[in-house]
Nanobody, 120 residues
Framework: QVQLVESGGGLVQAGGSLKLSCAAS????????MAWYRQAPGKQRELVAA???????NYADSVKGRFAISGDNAKNTVHLQMNSLKPEDTAVYYC??????????????WGQGTQVTVSS
């Protein structure tokens, strides 16, 4: 069973930095996109940043200029460098890998989540 394993969460003061990392426990082939999502208490899960196998990236407006996603989809690894953190960035962050097979079937794999808490 494929697992995505996240690391790097924790408690940081506003203005500080954290780096999240994610790796698959076994290789996932045909990964098109790897991404980070987050979910704050009482809110829906939202996309934070994503990177395609071609290296294209996109970010939520709320994190543009502060967060940077990097990784290697072929190796099933993805990182999220978070700078200038704000209390509103507090959430559980989830790693996601999106697999698209040759018949266009799509599978989404998720990590267990890692808590990021930003104190004011």
């Amino acid at each position: 069973q494929v697992q995505l394993v996240e690391s790097g969460g924790g408690l940081v003061q506003a203005g500080g930095s954290l780096k999240l990392s994610c790796a698959a426990s076994t290789h996932i082939f045909s990964v098109n996109t790897m991404a980070w999502y987050r979910q704050a208490p009482g809110k829906q899960r939202e996309l934070v940043a994503a990177i395609t196998s071609g290296g294209s990236t996109n970010y939520a407006d709320s994190v543009k200029g502060r967060f940077a996603i990097s990784g290697d989809n072929a190796k099933n690894t993805v990182h999220l460098q978070m700078n200038s953190l704000k209390p509103e960035d507090t959430a559980v962050y989830y790693c996601n890998a999106r697999q698209i097979l040759s018949d266009a079937t799509v599978y989404n794999y998720w990590g267990q989540g890692t808590q990021v808490t930003v104190s004011s």
